[in-house]
């Protein structure tokens, strides 16, 4: 194959086609025989026009018998098609002129919609793709399939559909794969059994059955798969082997301190887990560990006796966290946690005034033992850590991948704890995190109650709120939350803001109750949230700012307003906010009546489910695996083809296979591996930096 031939050159495609296809991401040769058919049409697919009923989604096709304008109470633009054994209309309220060139009489069409009934069966506004000439029925009939294509608007107004790349695709596969080079070495293939390239190629754009084509397809994911899984495989192996970390071998008398004065016992899942970690620090290669945790499942603890281990080493550790209230909080909890051990702990936030950063950086400078608490500042503030042993961040998640990047760059050396409440079924952290270790923290502590998560219509609200002011008497603390996404914040605001008047007005006029949003100033912030954890306030009236990590174990109920406004980790995390002490908690989640059906799925399963996995799980169907893990940002490749959930035997299968190859031949060296090394290195080379750290 010439892979420098410019694509305008391709017969059928010249400079104008060639403009509109780089518009769609298509610039070159290998781009253009990769842009693979969005769908298929054979004799399974197609509904023959005798066999239609009202109603239903459906594709057919057939050939163009008249079109044309015609005029009822509006202009529309018909279409008669037939198939041989029926007719059938098409007609659009809304169209251009170009229609009439677009439907040529004799051509054959692909239409799909819903069918109605009015004087004969009918589609209105189909979507419909031109598929040429030459009789289709009797190409369908011998087991043909057909490919279709996305054509977006662009494309469309350039004159491409189905046809067109047809016979794009048609010349390529004729007359410019000669020279085509296998990149799959041949064990791989031949233990697969695979098409070898070019006649992948072909059979993807021209499909001879449906064997051939699901095997085609199946050879073009696990290659997807497969170059991200070398990529993993490759990070993970020159940080094992090649990268000289810091080897914590002391045994640290402060860890064996805090863990025999502790009011209670770990659970056998954070003994498990700092067993892990310690086991990793101690080795001289850096520590890039995830821990995966339920919210309440205990993690700081766990990041509290990793900073100890580093302490005893002489060394500093920083633990960043998304909120500053969460960096408070944590700045709080683990200065009373460790008070009877004399460890220097130190709060950088967004807010931290000057002279405390250049007090903070002196210190530093001495390159004695220390804890850093703070917000993504830790790494932006011009601080410079020239003794930093362990990076530690919390809810990482929340975290874009360009924050790590920018963090690891200053202690490149220093062992790497990332720690989240978003759970990822396993199959899948192989794919997203598959240079990472994990550990689980799977078990709660003891005596915690399980949740009672109610759902209400917003007219149950007068019962909703006696319930509360019951239970603030016999000393329950309360949450109620308020949805505040960025796009239409001050309206949120508002919002939020009236309705806490309102509620102090009313119901809880006798009550003390707080208002607490993002707005605010972090000393504001942390005055009410200082109170509220004393006890001081009984009803806490927030913006999403609770999110991540508050732990309050005597608020017994969170009342989340306008649910149906927030996804299913998030509302999972929200309701981790109660339920962190021995008493009954309860979530009540309020909605109007009126919700979509994926509103009323996540209202389902927080009311049938606490688990925190199965939650995710759904959380994915519901979502989608790119959404899920917000693809688009992370530096992870989409793909074309593969489906992380639906393909997890090929995920697995390449996992294997490239971690076996990069064990056996981690430089790439042997000949069969040439064509491959070429590909890492020109298609990946920039994704390599950034995913040593998502
Ligand atoms: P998360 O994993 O959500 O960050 P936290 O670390 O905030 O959870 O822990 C939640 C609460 O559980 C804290 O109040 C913490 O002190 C308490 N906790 C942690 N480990 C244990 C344990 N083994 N037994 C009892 N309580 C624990
Ligand atoms: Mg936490």
Redesign the pocket.
Known sequence: MNKDLDIKFIKGIGPKRSQSLNSIGITNFEELIEYFPRRYLDRRTIVPLDRLSADKEVTVVGKIEAAGIKRLRKRIFYLVISDGKGLLEAVWFNFTDQYKKVFKIGEWVALSGKVSYYRGYQLTHPDFDRLGDGDLNKMLNTGKILPLYKISDSLKNHGFNSYVFRKIFQEIINNHLENFEEILPKEIREKYSFLNRKESYKNIHFPENTDSLDKCINRFKYEEFFYLQLILAIQSYHFKEKEKGIGFSKPSKKLELLFNN??????DA?KRVVKEIRKDMKNPHPMNRLLQ???????????VMAMLIALDNGYQSAIMVPTEILAEQHYY?INN?LKDLDVKISLLTGSSPKQAREILQNDLNKKEPHIIIGTHALFQAGIDYAHLGLIII??QHRFGVMQRAALQEKGIKADLLL?T?TPIPRSLALTVYGNLDVSI?DE?????QSIKTIWRFDNKSKEIYKFIIENIDTGAQVFIVFPLVEESEKIDLKAATESFEKLSSTYFKNKSIALLHGRMGSEEKDAIMKKFSNGEIDVLVSTTVIE??V?I?NATIILIEHAERFGLTQLHQLR?RVG??SKKSYCILKTPHNIGENAIQRMKIMSETNDGFRIAEEDLKIRGWGDFFGIKQSGIPEFKLANPIRDQKILQQARTDAFNLVNSDPSFNMPEHETLKNIIISKYADKIKLMNIS
Request: net charge negative.
């Open positions: 502790l009011q209670f016992q770990l659970t954070q945790g339920d919210v309440g499942s205990g993690k700081t603890l766990v990041a909890n946690l919390d809810e720690m409440a923290l709660l502590p003891p005596g915690r991540v990590g732990d174990p981790g962190r002490g």
